[in-house]
């Protein structure tokens, strides 16, 4: 892999990742871009003791621009994107429009692919392999940041998601604190190192999901399945089999083998409902996609468990239950935080080895 940092016209970083070693990327952002304006502040909720991130200049970003005016493909044809480069393998920005900014963090966005009509599941494995790395790096990059106290590496795909770009991309946000949801599994963590002498939540859930019947995925190195109390209608974990904190953490093993794992569940995840699109029926499965790593900060007041107790993992999931119908988060889910799933978690772990290819 060969990593070229450049910036953007407006002074924003933008990172090139090539499978080539001898890739060169001299390309200029030629565009007159006023400087990045942001007003993210971050405010505490005292009832709930959560963090909401206020970003009131994201009302004007890009929204469902037509093909021919992605930002995200390759400049060319006299049409400047925010990719300076006629071409591209992988590449990284900071967007225009962060959630997070400054002291209260940062957001970037990660362009998979230059194929505006692909996703992710469309590539290859080196292509997969590629955007990993990339992860990596950032993620490394990020934690070395004062203001970072976790990172989350993500992708959403689909309109019913909330997608405003149609081009293959994540995102990866490092925010200014630890987040909700890791830290209920930190406590999850302490609480059950107390009450069992010492053990490991994830890695007795782990063992308990492999001997189950809703193990979708078991390769040599990683292990998918839905979870018992699965949220979603379809949810996947994807986990390491060696417990690590992070994905840095991964060995040369795990890296080898993640692409084609991971591939095969997205594809999986499109053969749910069917072959979608490209049979003119129902649109791709939307998805969100998400990384849990550990925190990069101190962990003292969940209890008594440091970074290297943490397990990464990938929650990949969809908010569609059935072809046509969408899981919406109603008055429970909305209100109480009380999901009702209208799955069961064992059928959906059938259906996801039924569309094996």
């Not at 990172?151 to 997608?163: P, Q, T």
């Not at 996947?236 to 794992?261: I, M, N, Q, S």
Request: net charge negative.
């Amino acid at each position: 892999m060969k990593k070229t940092s450049t910036r953007l016209a407006d002074g924003r970083e933008l990172i090139y990742y090539d499978v080539r070693d001898d890739a060169v990327r001299t390309a200029a952002d030629s565009r007159p871009l006023d400087p990045v304006a942001t007003t993210s502040e971050i405010r505490r909720d005292p009832l709930l003791g959560d963090s909401v991130a206020i970003a009131s200049h994201r009302q004007g970003r890009t929204y469902h621009p037509p093909a021919d005016e992605c930002p995200l493909c390759p400049s060319g044809g006299g049409r400047h994107t925010e990719i300076p480069d006629s071409s591209y393998d992988v590449v990284v920005f900071e967007n225009r429009f962060p959630s997070l900014a400054g002291d209260a963090g940062r957001c970037e966005v990660v362009c998979f692919t230059p194929d505006h009509t692909a996703s992710f599941a469309d590539l290859t494995e080196e292509q997969a392999a590629l955007v990993l790395e990339a992860w990596t790096d950032r993620t490394a990059e990020l934690s070395h940041l004062p203001s970072v106290a976790q990172v989350f590496c993500f992708e959403n795909r689909g309109a019913e998601i909330g997608v405003t770009l149609g081009h293959p991309h994540g995102q990866i946000y490092a925010y200014p604190f630890v987040t909700p949801r890791t830290a209920l599994m930190l406590r999850s963590l302490a609480a059950h190192r107390a009450a069992t002498g010492g053990r490991n939540l994830f890695d007795d859930v782990l063992a308990e999901e492999r001997a189950g019947e809703r193990v979708v995925l078991d390769a040599e190195h990683w292990v998918a399945f839905v979870p018992y109390a699965a949220h979603w209608p379809y949810e996947v974990h994807l986990y390491p089999k060696r417990r690590v904190p992070d994905l840095l953490g991964l060995d040369d093993a795990a890296r080898t083998e993640f692409p084609k794992v991971y591939l095969e569940l997205l594809r999986r995840f499109d053969r749910i409902f069917g072959e979608g699109e490209r049979e003119g029926g129902e649109p791709p499965t939307p998805y969100i996609a998400a990384w849990h790593q550990a925190p990069f900060a101190a962990l003292g007041e969940y209890g008594h468990v440091n970074r290297d107790d943490f397990a990464l993992h990938l929650e990949l999931f969809t908010i569609r239950r059935t072809s046509g119908k969408l899981k919406f988060l109603a008055g429970s889910e909305s209100g109480m935080s009380v999901f009702i799933n209208d799955v069961p978690p064992e059928a959906a772990a059938q259906r996801l080895r039924e569309v094996a290819s």
